[in-house]
């Protein structure tokens, strides 16, 4: 009998919102190639984000900044919505989405932000590999999920390479990076937090839903502040393409792609990407901008990489090739 990889490659977007409980049941229980392409797919463009931050932030500041992210991604993500009849969803869900989008997006956003203002975007991306911590203690506590020994496992080791690169750099004097680290690491406890909300009340929103009520939540919440925040001189060209950058490739595709791995995988897996994030953080920092990289954060980097695996439960699968088990007339 032939196998085959356990690969969902074929399957549509739409997937997830046609799935029985007992298949989403399954499916949190193990992750497939897919699932893993599509978390460093995830990371890449998240990475990228803080590269585009490092650079607008300066110009434009943390709060008009993540104004004008957080609305264009609102802008792309509207009309795709309205095409898929995704309205009535949303005017269901609108008081979820709403707190969604204020610690998901509008407030753990202006935090880096502002964390960029002071170290580099690589730094800043390493901050965010501790959103999945966060994510499996909260979960523990709030939604006594179970956490297995591998999983606990994989966030000690995955944590530990966060504090390799971290060692030394936490100082609050004049010229240090402490009150950066303050804002990452707050940002990231908020991340935690919107995961497991996200999972108790809001688990069989579609996930274009989820993307697109959260954005234009936080754009709403935001708006008032960025008005008394706008930048005294026109920003340049240079950071303009990167907000546009930043509102698009770093938050509207990435959202659709997250709240779909985070309905089908649970929280802990799902956070765990941010675990991947620092390797592109890092990259990207170096190439664009000549960000130095050290032989601790290759080790660290490294580390992390290794708690991913355990904390996500990533594994090949085998099984002999059948009819897809999901009918969609």
């Not at 990371?43 to 609305?71: C, D, K, N, T, Y």
Request: aromatic fraction near 12%; glycine fraction near 8%; charge should be positive.
């Amino acid at each position: 009998m032939q196998h085959q990889l356990l690969l969902y490659v074929d399957l549509p977007v739409w997937y997830l919102t046609v799935m029985t409980p007992l298949q989403r049941q399954q499916e949190e229980r193990k992750m497939t190639l897919f699932h893993w392409a599509e978390l460093i797919f995830l990371a890449a463009l998240w990475g990228a984000s803080f590269l585009f931050m490092r650079v607008a932030a300066p110009e434009f500041g943390p709060i008009a900044l993540i104004e004008l992210r957080v609305l264009i991604a609102a802008i792309f993500l509207v009309p795709i919505l309205i095409s898929r009849g995704g309205l009535k969803p949303l005017r269901n869900q609108m008081r979820h989405l709403s707190i969604l989008g204020i610690i998901n997006s509008a407030i753990p956003f202006c935090l880096f932000a502002f964390a960029t203002l002071s170290v580099t975007a690589g730094f800043a991306s390493v901050l965010n590999s501790t959103a999945p911590f966060f994510t499996a203690l909260i979960g523990w506590f709030w939604l006594k999920e179970r956490m297995t020994f591998t999983r606990v496992m994989g966030l000690v080791i995955g944590f530990t390479g966060v504090l390799m690169l971290l060692w030394g750099k936490a100082s609050f004097k004049s010229g240090g990076g402490g009150l950066a680290i303050a804002a990452g690491l707050t940002a990231t406890f908020l991340y935690g937090i919107s995961a497991n909300y996200t999972k108790k009340n809001m688990a069989g929103v579609p996930p274009l839903v989820l993307a697109t009520g959260s954005q234009i939540s936080a754009s709403l919440f935001l708006l008032p502040f960025a008005l008394l925040a706008m930048p005294a001189s026109m920003p340049s060209l240079k950071a303009w393409i990167m907000v546009l950058c930043s509102g698009v490739l770093a938050t509207a595709i990435p959202y659709m792609l997250f709240f779909r791995l985070l309905t089908q995988l649970g929280a802990t897996r799902a956070i765990a990407v941010t675990f991947l994030i620092p390797v592109f953080g890092l990259f990207w920092g170096a190439w664009i901008l000549g960000e130095g990289i050290t032989l601790n954060m290759y080790l660290g980097t490294i580390v992390i990489l290794t708690g991913t695996i355990l904390t996500t439960g990533f594994k090949i699968s085998l099984r002999p090739i059948s009819k897809p088990s999901v009918k969609v007339a």
